[in-house]
């Protein structure tokens, strides 16, 4: 038997009613801990007052519903299938000769279409926010002045050292980031008074200072000085010049790719930023395999004794997806697994278990 479109819309309805409330409760619960948080962080310091913590809150909401959408898909998938059976209108569907598979193909499509807009269209409105986040927590809670960028000109970095402000370009960027070619620093007293210049050949970070090469040193009312060697003082490590970078959840869907090209003609790995392409490009795959493991633990909660347990089952199913990807990520990051095999796998073995679970449950 062929499903009905308003039978279809019904059941895509029902689905999007339990994401909608699991998804507002989880929204409730993150908004006050992360209120919480950023108040224990940020009201012993200067400048930071309530409005600044609930503008914090807010710009990072977004950024954080996205990362629990796996979550809400699971729960509110699970909310609709027990409300649906313990109403017997799963029972009345069955009995007009609808199968698993087509009243659960609403639900499945419903969530696909939610993992792509939220790809395509919340992922640009979640990374501005969370970069606006990231410059006020960097300002306000952390008091960091230095900053990092890569353009296709090459790397630029802002720093304070004892003696002043200074940027430094880089034409080539080896090592981690801590060996500069082609390097160019412009000094300045204060923020803005203009200093002098360094070029210099090459530029390698030690603990509490920059160890530059061939160097030719020029300021203002005095003549060029060549250099062997120059040490440039910085309170920077090597650690603070990576974090520096823009953090992959800053750069929209659209803008990632065309970042990660700049990364890797840089000298950089890029790794983070293409691992988080990936996992955007596989979360409505995610969202997909999420209903299906909800279906799997929730559509015979009434038939089937244990509804508790199986309930329970259910949840701890749905985070050890979350277990799982992380220690995907985490291989990948060491170079053990490549790149798209860690952002694909998780959706793809979820798919697996839950179709097999289902076939067995409905089919067996």
Same mark, same amino acid.
């Given at each position: 038997m062929r499903i009905s479109l308003t039978?279809? $819309?019904?059941?895509?309805?029902? &689905? *999007? #009613?339990?994401?909608?409330?699991? @998804?507002?409760?989880?929204?409730?619960?993150?908004?006050?801990?992360?209120?919480?948080?950023?108040?224990?962080?940020?009201?012993?310091?200067?400048?930071?007052?309530?409005?600044?913590?609930?503008?914090?809150?807010?710009?990072?909401?977004?950024?954080?519903?996205?990362?629990v959408l796996p979550i809400a898909a699971l729960f509110g998938a699970m909310l609709s299938f027990v409300r649906l059976t313990r109403t017997h209108q799963l029972v009345v569907a069955r009995g007009a000769g609808v199968s698993v598979w087509q009243f659960m193909a609403p639900a499945l499509a419903t969530a696909v279409a939610i993992g792509a807009f939220a790809m395509l269209v919340f992922d640009p409105i979640a990374s501005a926010a969370v970069s606006r986040f990231e410059q006020?927590?960097?300002?306000? $809670?952390?008091?960091?002045?230095? &900053? *990092? #960028?890569?353009?296709?000109?090459? @790397?630029?970095?802002?720093?304070?050292?004892p003696e002043g402000q200074s940027v430094i370009h880089a034409a080539e960027v080896r090592g981690q980031g801590e060996d500069l070619r082609g390097v160019t620093v412009f000094l300045y007293r204060g923020a803005d008074v203009f200093d002098g210049r360094i070029d210099a050949e090459s530029a390698v970070l030690r603990p509490g200072f920059w160890h530059?090469?061939?160097?030719?040193?020029?300021?203002p009312d005095?003549?060029?000085?060549?250099?062997?060697?120059?040490?440039?003082?910085?309170?920077?490590?090597?650690a603070q010049i990576q974090d520096s970078f823009a953090p992959p959840e800053t750069l929209s869907f659209w803008?990632?790719?065309?970042?990660?090209?700049?990364?890797?003609?840089?000298?950089?790995?890029?790794?983070n930023?293409?691992?988080?392409?990936?996992? *955007?490009?596989?979360?409505p795959l995610l969202l997909f395999a999420m209903v299906l493991i909800a279906a799997s633990f929730s559509l015979r909660l009434t038939r089937r004794g244990n509804a508790g347990l199986w309930a329970v089952a259910g949840v701890l199913a749905g985070f050890a997806v979350y277990v799982v990807s992380d220690i995907v990520t985490a291989l990948s990051l060491s170079g053990a697994v490549p790149v798209a095999l860690a952002a694909w796998t998780p959706a793809g073995v979820c798919i697996l278990l839950g179709t097999a679970a289902l076939f067995h449950l409905e089919d067996g």
């Open positions: 039978l279809s $819309l019904y059941f895509a309805r029902q &689905f *999007l #009613a339990g994401f909608g409330i699991v @998804l507002g409760v989880l929204a409730a619960v993150i908004v006050v801990f992360d209120v919480a948080e950023l108040m224990r962080r940020g009201l012993s310091r200067d400048g930071v007052g309530y409005f600044l913590i609930v503008e914090m809150a807010a710009l990072q909401l977004p950024f954080l519903l996205q990362k006020l927590e960097a300002r306000y $809670l952390r008091g960091q002045a230095s &900053f *990092l #960028a890569v353009s296709e000109s090459g @790397l630029w970095l802002r720093q304070s050292g530059l090469e061939g160097v030719l040193r020029t300021a005095r003549a060029p000085e060549r250099l062997e060697s120059y040490e440039l003082a910085t309170t920077m490590t090597l803008e990632l790719p065309g970042f990660i090209a700049t990364l890797r003609a840089a000298g950089f790995s890029a790794l930023h293409r691992i988080h392409w990936h996992s *955007l490009l596989a979360s």
